[in-house]
């Protein structure tokens, strides 16, 4: 992150050791001599926070009296990652933006106290959140099968030091972005959870006001002329596994997906790899426009996931991870399908019939898919609903889209700002509009 021509009024970059206190943690929630109840930030408060408020649940655990005098939390701290499975996983930041009472720093953190002439904790967060430091971090991590910093470390990993004035102008304008990225996550996930609610309703019982008699099912209680089948009963072909090449680093024209292709939200192209154009087994694989795609393999959570491939990229295939469904168009829509098995009732199926000894990845076969129960109205009545459903899988898209929008902007103003290519001169948001001057 240092520069051969400093901004004027930066000093070089320091080392951590000299902008803050450097205090390594060593509470643990098994320490016997532990006598008063406090909450306890851990690893990953702090892996899935940006910053430390009072909003998060802490988990509840005891310190002895020299440890909640040492390792208190305070505003303005800034507490890192200091050890992990891997390299990649140390020197996470997170801003304590406000004072809690009895809360104390885990053992798998470091507290970094800013001096306050010298640094300003929010700037200092996302200064080390910025690629540089990463690097930093990764570089200094000791270890082999766990990686950890040492105390040469934190004398090693260095930041750009502007003047304070600018270091809050620099944290005040990355705020206002996070600011809008959190608004539009909140507002994603309301409407997914709008989303949830109204497939079950949709899903089972039709748009309002159009079934006035009900029958009881396997599936629960149904307008009295749709039918409950299996998926087996409306496959166009047999399911099929895909197939995991050896894939190269250069593109290729040809395309493989990755398992990240289906999600909760149905089918995303990214993730994907060039496949290689030598081996012929992949033209075996190759997709086609409305193909069902449907993970066997993952955590409990997202196993069973699916999606529908839109035909982007084209030339593309699909991994062993993931299996092909092939829907007969005249039974039942590919969409309604996937609607089906991204609703309450198919998450709960999934989530209940996968079977595997790993705690983290558990596996569903044809078999199982081919048992999965759905109820199927007639084609025009699947397109009424989907067409209900559609208009706020749009909202989400919307939203999502407008998301990335902002992480792009946060990941440029962090580039330019904390390498002092751009000044800070205006730093205000209104309309949605965030404005930075040289």
Known sequence: MSQKVLPTGWE????????????????????????QTVKLCN????????????????????????EINKFSLQKGDVIITKD?????????????????????????????????????GRYLSYALNAMGSKQQFKKFANGSTRFGLTAEAYR??????PSISEQLQIGNVLKSVDQAIDTTRQVIEQTR???RALMQELLTRGLPGQHTRFKQTPLGELPEDWKVVHLKDILREPIRNGY???????????WILGLGAVTFDGYSPLGRKPAPMADERVLDFILEPEDLLVSRSNTRERVGLAGIYNGIPENCSYPDLLMRVRI????????????????????????????????????????LLERFLLCLPSITEQKEILYVINAVEEKICR??????QLSELKSSLMQVLLTGEKRVVVAEQQNELLEVAV
């Not at 690893?43 to 020299?66: G, H, P, R, W």
């Not at 801003?95 to 300003?120: F, S, W």
């Not at 609607?339 to 558990?362: C, D, H, I, N, Q």
């Not at 939203?399 to 990335?404: A, D, G, S, Y």
């Open 399 to 404: 939203e999502i889209e407008r998301r990335n």
């Open 12 to 35: 070089n970059p320091q080392p951590l050791s000299e902008i803050a206190n450097v205090i390594v943690s060593s509470v643990d929630k098994k320490n016997k001599d532990s006598q």
């Open 244 to 254: 995991s090449p050896n894939c190269p680093e250069e593109e290729t024209g040809s």
């Open 193 to 195: 959870q709008v989303k």
């Open 84 to 120: 992990s499975e891997t390299p990649d996983d140390i020197g996470i930041p997170a801003y304590v933006a406000e004072d809690i009472e009895n809360l104390v720093c885990g053992y798998h953190l470091t507290i970094l106290r800013p001096l306050q002439q010298k640094m300003n």
């Open 156 to 161: 090693k990993v260095k930041v750009p030091v």
């Open 328 to 367: 007969n168009k005249e039974l039942a829509l590919s969409h309604w399908v996937e609607k089906w098995l991204l609703s309450p009732l198919g998450r709960r199926y999934f989530e209940r019939e996968a079977r595997g000894t790993s705690s983290s990845m558990v596996k569903i076969d044809r078999n």
């Open 43 to 66: 690893y990953m408060d702090v892996y899935s926070n940006a910053e430390i408020t009072s909003e998060l649940s802490f988990m509840e655990s005891t310190a002895s009296a020299e």
